[in-house]
């Protein structure tokens, strides 16, 4: 069982303020945010949403790019008990549409470099308002400007309702949607706080980490252990707003003394082939670099380590349905192509479809059980019966475990190719790709053929500096000295670029697309397109 210290967020950034009032919590950009302002700017925010009528239990879209004004306001909606919700920035108006009115949303907050999908939003969906979090001109009772709320001289009003417990909701993840319209993971502080105590007791975070957030802050992972796990336990953040130019946050790194590096597979691969200045490898602090979102190649993994000695990459796993995260390696032991053990207090069983146990090494579904598990989906209780069964969900992912509790991704179920009866899992081969220095990015999917069978095809993104790339028979030549033939691709595509979701996962289900489109064409020599 975990011990939590607060039940909610509120009473975090409170004791905080009281405890520690000047330590630096937010450096953005040449500003510096102090434990005393963040809280002061959080009362005055939630005070004004009071005014407007947001009670206990509404929900509050952020559509909010990465800036101290996403972690305000994200704080300011659970003070007084309403339902934060997160909202991917990438998407468009019938995106934001849809998950609007599926929440429900009485008030949305939006970025101005948002307007023209969002201030649409007013007429049709159910909310009332847009708070600008960037200086807006055209005031009016549907379009408040945020930093009026914030520079206010107005003394905030202290919230009427402070019974905002651990068990009560705090925020909704909208998964991406890889099958169908995006689905509401529900979740409350217990299953957020528990991802953060979890995490604490693996790696031993203290007052004088400083985390780097560059990625966006609407996705889970950047949300609950970039942003909200450094406020819980009193840490610094510092804020990138943007992941371009990348030089700048290898700057932001150097100068702030950041010690905790969160990245995507893409990201530590352009940190692999970049050429780091000398003074950064000589002076950069980085004790954790820690690799989500996507699996991580053996090979970046052994090259990275060669590389920056210094700091411990680590490759963890997870999914918002648990908060996010379920496993990670530790410092003091690791093991490669894993995602590490279960967090202090989850439990992870592999089962068959019967959701019966299997035997130690052997394939099945993952599926966890803790305080991390969500309460559901919104509005899906079909979709939550069959993913939350007796406390423990079903991730959808296939993997197995060691005798030492080591998780292993073998792949996503939902991806699993079956030719002629055999098992292929997409994994195993991208896996053998990315052994190729010349190959930025791979991706491996079965389509339903003529005969109802899946054949395999492989994606391959060259990198860019690639001057003679191996064509489609050179590929499966490479491949037939490491697989077996009924894992070698039939067809084989080059693209300049794969379609990749926020954080760099590939979007298989876009290839899938494509192919029945026939949008691509098959190539058997050197032709990238």
Not at 93 to 109: T, V
Not at 156 to 181: H, N, P
Not at 237 to 248: E, Y
Not at 249 to 254: D, E, G, P, R
Request: aromatic share 10%; glycine share 6%; charged share 25%.
């Amino acid at each position: 069982m975990l011990n939590y210290d607060h039940n909610n967020f509120y009473e975090t950034i409170t004791h905080n303020a009281k405890e520690h009032p000047n330590q630096t919590v937010l450096f953005s950009d040449d500003q510096k945010i102090s434990n005393l302002d963040l809280k002061r700017r959080v009362d005055k925010l939630s005070s004004f949403l009071c005014k407007f009528g947001i009670k206990k239990g509404d929900t509050v879209g952020l559509i909010i790019a990465n800036g101290e004004e996403f972690i305000v306001s994200f704080l300011a909606v659970t003070k007084i008990g309403a339902v934060s919700v997160p909202i991917n920035t990438f998407l468009k108006h019938e995106e934001f549409e849809h998950i609007l009115n599926d929440c429900g949303a009485r008030l949305l907050f939006s970025s101005l470099s948002y307007e023209k999908e969002t201030k649409k939003l007013l007429y049709s969906t159910k909310i009332e308002a847009i708070i600008w979090t960037d200086s807006y001109t055209h005031v009016d009772s549907k379009n408040i400007d945020y930093n009026s709320i914030i520079n206010s001289k107005e003394e905030f009003c202290e919230v009427g309702d402070s019974s905002v417990g651990i068990d009560d909701l705090a925020c909704i993840i909208y998964t991406s949607g890889t099958t169908g319209k995006p689905k509401g993971a529900v979740l409350s502080y217990r299953n957020m706080l528990s991802n953060m105590v979890a995490a604490k007791i693996a790696f031993e975070f203290t007052k004088k980490d400083r985390f780097i957030v560059y990625l966006p802050m609407f996705h889970s992972f950047t949300l609950t252990i970039m942003v909200l796990l450094p406020i819980y336990f009193g840490c610094s953040i510092v804020l990138v707003r943007s992941v371009f130019p990348f030089s700048n946050i290898l700057k932001q790194t150097l100068l702030k003394r950041v010690t905790v590096f969160l990245g995507v597979p893409t990201i530590y691969n352009a940190l692999l082939k970049a050429k780091i200045p000398w003074y950064f490898m000589w002076f950069y602090k980085i004790r954790l670099f820690i690799s989500g979102s996507a699996p991580l190649s053996e090979k970046s993994l052994i090259d990275f380590g060669k590389k920056f000695k210094r700091g411990k990459l680590l490759e963890g796993y997870g999914l918002s349905e648990c908060s996010p995260a379920v496993a990670v390696n530790r410092v003091e032991k690791q093991k490669p192509l894993s995602v590490g053990m279960a967090l202090p207090s989850y439990e992870i069983k592999i089962v068959d479809d019967e959701m019966i146990e299997l035997p130690l090494g052997e394939v099945g579904e993952i599926i966890v059980k803790g305080d991390c598990a969500m309460q559901g989906y919104l509005n899906r209780p079909e979709a939550t019966a069959e993913t939350l069964i007796n406390g423990w969900v079903r991730t959808g992912d296939l993997g197995k475990l060691d005798e030492d509790g080591f998780l292993f991704i073998v792949d996503r179920k939902k991806d699993l190719i079956i030719s002629k009866g055999i098992n292929i899992y997409p994994r195993e081969i991208e896996e053998v790709l990315y052994m190729l220095d010349d190959i930025n990015t791979a991706a491996v999917i079965g389509i339903k053929n003529d005969i109802g069978d899946e054949d395999v095809i492989a994606f391959i993104e060259y990198k860019d500096d690639v001057k003679n790339p191996l064509d489609e028979i050179g590929v499966k030549r490479y491949l037939k000295k490491h697989l077996a033939n009924f894992k070698i691709p039939k067809h084989i595509y080059f693209s300049k670029e794969l379609p990749k979701n926020a954080t760099g996962k590939v979007l298989k289900r876009v290839l899938k697309e494509q192919v029945a489109n026939m949008d691509i064409k098959h190539v058997s020599d050197n032709d990238i397109f």
